[in-house]
């Protein structure tokens, strides 16, 4: 998912590696001009619709669907897989990604270089992403971005009285149980399979 200023077009197709080419599908994913809760708003649309296309149009790997972008889109790029993190298994970003939270971003992988050929280039041998991890922590900083992998947040509010919404969650697949801890979120639904928990027998939820 290339984040740009605008669609592909021949000159940009051509600046892909053939390489990436051979083995990736490219789709852009369009930078509105626009600042705040409005950029964010665009690029939140934009980038599930691009994600909900390629999953239609082709066979992809859910688990290798990664992030580029330049200098120009770097922060909002960074900023969109840390609010988002289960929907991406990592970022190339060819510049400053700015100040976000550091749960948040061990949640996929990031790569931070100073241009593009190198931020294409480490796509190559990239690392898949971990759909269901079994213990994370993350901060909630926006009311529209409540999913991370399994669990999803309600209720939560982002910044009362300065302080951020946290979470952290803990599967046991051993004993069955599963651990809840967070702050300014208070209702959650979680979605578990067999891969977290034995769902044949009781779940204990703490």
């Not at 298994?89 to 270089?113: C, K, R, T």
Request: glycine share 4%.
């Amino acid at each position: 998912l290339w984040f740009r200023d605008a669609a592909l077009d021949e000159d940009a197709a051509a600046a892909i590696p053939a390489a990436i080419q051979a083995s990736h599908a490219v789709v852009a994913i369009e930078v509105p001009n626009a600042e705040g809760e409005e950029l964010l708003t665009g690029v939140r649309r934009n980038f599930f619709v691009g994600l909900l296309w390629l999953s239609r149009q082709m066979r992809i790997d859910r688990d290798r669907v990664y992030v580029l972008a330049d200098s120009a889109h770097a922060e909002i790029a960074a900023r969109m897989c840390s609010l988002s993190p289960h929907t991406v298994a990592g970022a190339s970003i060819a510049g400053d990604p700015g100040e976000l939270p550091a749960e948040n971003l061990e949640l996929f992988a990031m790569n931070q270089v100073d241009g593009l050929e190198d931020a294409w280039a480490w796509l190559a041998d990239a690392p898949a992403r971990n759909a269901y991890p079994a213990e994370f922590s993350v901060q909630l900083t926006e009311r529209q971005f409540g999913r991370v992998f399994w669990v999803q947040a309600n209720n939560f509010d982002p910044a009362l009285e300065g302080k951020p919404a946290t979470l952290s969650v803990k599967a046991d697949r051993e004993s069955n149980r599963i651990e809840i801890e967070a702050e300014n979120v208070y209702q959650v639904d979680l979605f578990l399979n067999d891969q977290l928990v034995d769902l044949s027998k009781p779940i204990t939820i703490v």
